[in-house]
């Protein structure tokens, strides 16, 4: 959970980010279509009623292949590649 997001460009930055994180696609759906994943967006629906304008994101990250000098890494996580380079 982060607070005091800031807006680079465009509209007003979010009051509120939450960020989870699956192993997989599989494993997401399989959450969202659990009885608990089932209640938190019956969950997300109340606050939007309260609080419009809710926004939500899936993002699928994608493994990077990248070199660092003469010697290529293999399959680096995206987040780790950015700060070799």
């Not at 192993?23 to 089932?38: E, K, N, P, T, Y």
């Not at 938190?40 to 292949?65: Q, R, Y």
């Amino acid at each position: 959970m982060s607070r005091n997001a800031s807006a680079v460009r465009g509209l007003e930055p979010y009051y509120l980010v939450a960020e989870h994180d699956w192993d997989d696609m599989a494993s997401l759906q399989r959450d969202f279509a659990s009885l608990a994943g089932q209640a938190t967006g019956k969950d997300v629906e109340n606050l939007d009623a309260l609080f419009p304008g809710i926004h939500s994101m899936i993002l699928e990250l994608e493994a990077l292949c990248v070199s660092v000098g003469e010697s290529p890494l293999e399959q680096v996580d995206p987040w780790v590649s950015d700060r070799l380079l």
